[in-house]
């Protein structure tokens, strides 16, 4: 089981960049599959972007973000990236860390979520 706890959220100017990190508290990090979610207001919540364990370690992305978007971890220290880069104003978004065991077939741990916020 993993707690995960997202920062780095913000506002920024169309064209910039936010760094969000999420710090993983618990066991066994490196067992568990990590993603990022997004909701803006008054629309669904939808995927962002994973990093999963299939022998090696191997990212997917949304095709909105796909190409500005980049997840990374660093298991030594239980945590989870998504470095954002050329943000849009549609990018807004209260943004999730998740988290599951890498057998599992859903995301079973959610952050509580941290605000991002992008002006044109």
């Known amino acids: 089981q993993v707690l995960p706890v997202e920062s780095g959220g913000g506002l920024v100017q169309a064209g910039g960049s936010l760094r969000l990190s999420c710090a993983a508290s618990?066991?066994?990090?490196?067992?568990?599959?990590m993603g990022w979610f997004r909701q803006a207001p008054g629309k669904e919540r939808q995927f962002v972007a994973s990093i999963r364990w299939s022998g090696v370690y191997s990212t997917y992305y949304a095709d909105s973000v796909k190409g500005r978007f980049t997840i990374s971890r660093d298991d030594a220290k239980n945590t989870v990236y998504l470095q954002m880069n050329s943000l849009k104003p549609e990018d807004t978004a209260v943004y999730y860390c998740?988290?599951?065991?890498?057998?599992?077939?859903?995301?079973?741990?959610w952050g509580q979520g941290t605000q991002v916020t992008v002006s044109s």
């Open positions: 618990g066991q066994s990090f490196s067992m568990h599959d």
């Open positions: 998740v988290a599951k065991n890498r057998y599992s077939s859903s995301y079973d741990y």
